[in-house]
T-cell receptor, first 113, second 116 residues
Framework: SQKIEQNSEALNIQEGKTATLTCNYT??????LQWYRQDPGRGPVFLLLIRENEKEKRKERLKVTFDTTLKQSLFHITASQPADSATYLC????????????FGAGTRLFVKA | DTGVSQDPRHKITKRGQNVTFRCDPI?????LYWYRQTLGQGPEFLTYFQNEAQLEKSRLLSDRFSAERPKGSFSTLEIQRTEQGDSAMYLC??????????????FGPGTRLTVL
């Protein structure tokens, strides 16, 4: 069955540094991959979508890479700010051909001022 | 565009009782999703609708769970004979049928269920 793995340990970084979060997946070759942000007690918010034929995607301070050979996506936040502190979720489409979405457990990011 | 809304925001019930949650998606969004999320985990897919048709339902879902989306607008999720293991955040999301690639989902604030 499909599996998504994200760093279970929280990531603590200093303000201004680049945060890098990892998403690994197995038993599947998704056509695209998404990243969402979730703040405590709130629903996830969509950030970026990257397709299998795209190596890299950027949006402001965010950058996502997608390596279909390694079955891995990296999510970078450059010049991080305390407001970036949140849980970041990786999501893949299900392998049933419909619109089912599978989420990873997420990685909690803490940015210290 | 007022976003996805869910009602109630919090529900406390006793084991064995039935509960029903409502989700109002962003208007004109064709797809509607239900997820369950427990502490430290990502959202777990329960089911989704394309307009009023329920197209997929998780095999993890027992027969105690049922969802409807009459007329392709709002949706309800009912849990019958609740168990303590049903305690979780129930999230609803909707997405437009843009004909494009991928499926960006817009989430509501969730309904937190506590089963005593």
């Amino acid at each position: 069955s499909q599996k998504i793995e994200q760093n279970s340990e929280a990531l603590n970084i200093q303000e201004g540094k680049t945060a890098t979060l990892t998403c690994n997946y197995t038993n599947y070759s998704p056509a695209y991959l998404q990243w969402y942000r979730q703040d405590p007690g709130r629903g996830p918010v969509f950030l970026l979508l990257i397709r299998e034929n795209e190596k890299e995607k950027r949006k402001e301070r965010l950058k996502v890479t997608f390596d279909t050979t390694l079955k891995q996506s990296l999510f970078h936040i450059t010049a991080s700010q305390p407001a970036d502190s949140a849980t970041y979720l990786c999501a893949l489409p299900g392998n049933t051909g419909g619109f089912k979405t599978i989420f990873g457990a997420g990685t909690r990011l803490f940015v210290k001022a | 565009d007022t976003g996805v809304s869910q009602d109630p925001r919090h529900k406390i019930t006793k084991r064995g009782q039935n509960v029903t949650f409502r989700c109002d998606p962003i208007s004109e969004h064709n797809r509607l999703y239900w997820y369950r999320q427990t502490l430290g985990q990502g959202p777990e897919f329960l089911t989704y609708f394309q307009n009023e048709a329920q197209l997929e339902k998780s095999r993890l879902l027992s027969d105690r769970f049922s969802a409807e989306r009459p007329k392709g607008s709002f949706s309800t999720l009912e849990i019958q004979r609740t168990e303590q293991g049903d305690s979780a955040m129930y999230l609803c999301a909707s997405s437009p049928n843009t004909g494009g690639f991928g499926d960006t989902q817009y989430f509501g604030p969730g309904t937190r269920l506590t089963v005593l």
